[in-house]
């Protein structure tokens, strides 16, 4: 097992709203290895994304906190560290690219200069050129030196999000937080874009947690997957492990209603409902509402995570041992 | 055929240059394309290909610049008065953003009884004939939600509101372009569940507008594959998802993710370089030879024909079947 980057233990990160407050992370243990691609699937409302601004302490709004938890990246304890040491560790070890690269860089900036900027944070302005276009190279853009001095509305969507990698990779991050890289982006485009995050990944031994809704890109991307319901982790294992045998009900349902090219699926099994309100949850299991296997305990009782397999578990009641017991009679 | 393209095509005028001839965004260029009763056909590709355009023409929503548009074998400009009338209620378009596409300041009362009274359902039948809709596209209790407005819905009742809104006028073909792609996937099943419901129960037709392949290889029987305003290939979907001839079809097919590990390892992917050209200037010959992997000097120089690969199966290369 390869030495654990980031080690994240029962984070809770709130929201303040007028509604109430709203437990967007609501005590999620994840850990992402050494040079590893740990997928974060869910859909929206799952807190997948809070749960990346949490590791950067970077949030759209200044009504999230994190209120508990504990976060460590290759042992140090991020949560510790004041608003200088973290914004050191912003670009630094730890980078992070979003869905629409348009809005992430600047519209009055040369790209390369941008490029340039976020090496300079670190490392001053005296080899930041250089650096950039190395960066810039790296991400496969062609032409760095001209493409250097041009303007973000000057390229297309894919070009974009290669700068955006550029920027975020231009330190040698060891972990890259990808959140929803190539949802905004053509299928053809979105391949170029997965290739080179594979690419930087074995060429700058760079870890990656990948935030996306896509069970595709995770299954082409990952080796681990964490799946996320209502702000909680519901399972965790293995890539292989899970597409081939989940075990929570709500990762069957999502890999029920996935389709593929690979073959023409009847469209039946599907999930009801929709996920709940963050500052309304339901009590016991946040799924049960929809679960189709609920039983009484499933409405009084959380769930904690139980073990299905080498590093495979799930928060269900049905892997309780007195329940399976219960089931196998 | 229930509605048709023929040799369709559409340009916008892009900016003016002085003294100098005006650019055109070439859209939609000679699409071909026909949608039978009670079947769906797809109708794919990334942006820029042309695909919305061809919905909105085939829904009446757009006039082509050239080539003509025909519905129950009429063109439409020979449809006047009832018969035009009689269109427009047969052919209605969903969209992808279901809150942009309803009028905020309506409750789903209002709005499904504009669209009755469109039909010419008497008024005093519309409130039943309202929540006999909502009924059926599954937003129950009617009574809770007829005097909703649309933003006190979710992404996925708003869509169903869109559909309700749509089997109004009792549509023989309902064009939907990309009406599950904002949509969660566990809410995105149950949209097409619903569709697939109501094409039993009613025979409508659809053509289906979207950039998801894997959406499209399990909803349709037919499916056009659309890049830079061509319609490319063209065929039944199980025929084209199995030996696609086109080599964007291929490319595309083999950059699509599938949710199986195992498959992921075992499938061989063909990254495509470069940008898809703009529509304002297409590349001479075949409009897909800058990114092709196959590309000869033929394909640099003409355009290419339109080959039948198999039964029903057609695609607009000068090699197609080679990658």
């Known amino acids: 097992m390869p030495e654990p980057l980031l080690e994240i233990e029962d984070l809770h990160t709130h929201i303040a709203t007028p509604r109430g407050v709203v437990r967007a992370v609501d005590g999620i243990t994840l850990a992402v290895p050494r040079g590893a691609a740990v997928g974060l699937v869910g859909e929206s409302g799952s807190g997948k994304s809070m749960t990346g601004f949490s590791v950067l302490r970077l949030f759209p709004t200044a009504r999230a906190r994190i209120v508990r938890g504990r976060i460590r990246l290759a042992g140090r304890d991020l949560l510790a560290l004041d608003d200088e040491a973290m914004r050191r560790v912003r670009g630094g070890e730890v980078a992070m690219v979003f869905q629409d690269p348009a809005t992430f860089l600047n519209p009055v900036l040369p790209v390369g200069r941008q490029v340039a900027e976020a090496y300079a944070m670190r490392h001053g302005w005296s080899r930041a050129r250089e650096h950039a276009l190395e960066a810039l190279a790296l991400v496969g853009l062609p032409d760095p030196d001209r493409l250097y001095h041009r303007f973000p509305h000057e390229l297309s969507g894919g070009m974009r999000q290669r700068v955006v990698i550029a920027i975020a990779t231009v330190c040698r991050p060891l972990l890259l937080i990808a959140d929803e890289p190539t949802t905004a982006l053509d299928v053809t485009i979105q391949a170029q874009i997965l290739d080179l995050l594979q690419r930087l990944r074995r060429e700058l031994g760079m870890a990656l947690l990948l935030i996306t809704h896509d069970l595709g890109i995770v299954a082409e991307v990952c080796e681990a997957v964490s799946v996320m319901y209502a702000g909680r982790i519901v399972e965790s294992g293995p890539a292989e492990t899970i597409f081939a045998a989940p075990g929570h009900p709500y990762t069957q349902g999502l890999l029920a209603s996935a389709l593929t090219i690979e073959e023409a699926r009847p469209i039946t099994r599907v999930m009801e409902g929709t996920v709940p309100d963050l500052a309304a949850l339901p009590g016991g299991c946040r799924f049960h509402p929809r679960c189709p296997m609920v039983m009484d305990r499933c409405r009084t009782d959380d769930p904690p995570d139980l073990a299905l397999g080498p590093g495979h578990a799930a928060a269900c009641w049905l892997h309780d041992p007195t329940v399976a017991a219960g089931r196998a009679r | ?323």
């Open chain 2, 1 to 323: 055929m229930m509605l048709e393209a023929r040799g369709l095509s559409k340009r916008f005028p892009w900016g003016r240059s002085l003294g100098g001839a005006r650019a055109w965004v070439r859209a939609v260029e000679d699409v071909s394309l026909g949608v039978a009763a009670g079947e769906t056909v797809a109708l794919v590709g990334e942006s820029g290909s042309g695909k919305t355009t061809t919905g909105r023409m085939l829904a009446g929503l757009e006039v082509p610049t050239a080539g003509e548009v025909r519905f129950r074998d009429q063109p439409l400009g020979a449809l006047t008065g009832a018969a035009w009338r009689e269109y427009r209620m047969a052919v209605q378009m969903i969209f992808q953003d279901s809150q942009a596409s309803l009028n905020p300041r309506k409750t789903l009362a209002q709005i499904l009884d504009v669209a009755l009274g469109a039909r010419g359902v008497p008024a005093a039948r519309r409130s039943d004939a309202a929540a006999e809709l909502l009924r059926e596209v599954g937003l129950e209790p009617v009574g809770t939600f007829l005097p909703r407005f649309p933003h006190q819905l979710s992404g996925g009742q708003r869509q169903r509101v869109n559909v309700a809104r749509a089997l109004a006028t009792d549509p023989a073909v309902i064009v939907a372009d990309e009406p599950v792609s904002a949509l969660d996937l566990s809410v995105r099943a149950q949209i097409l569940v619903l569709l697939q419901r109501l094409q039993r129960e009613r025979g409508v037709a659809y053509l289906f507008i979207s950039h998801d392949l894997a959406v499209v290889r399990s909803v349709a029987r037919r499916v056009a594959v659309m890049y830079l305003g061509r319609l490319v290939e063209e065929g039944p979907t199980e025929a084209v998802f199995r030996r696609p001839a086109h080599p964007y079809t291929v490319a595309l097919l083999s950059a699509t993710p599938v949710p199986d590990p195992r498959a992921a390892q075992r499938r061989q992917r063909i990254i495509l370089p470069g940008d898809i050209p703009s529509p304002l200037a297409p590349p001479p010959g075949c409009p897909f030879h800058p990114r092709c992997p196959i590309a000869q000097d033929l394909c640099r120089r003409e355009f290419p024909p339109l080959v039948e690969v198999a039964q029903e199966q057609r695609a607009l290369c000068h090699f197609p079947g080679e990658l």
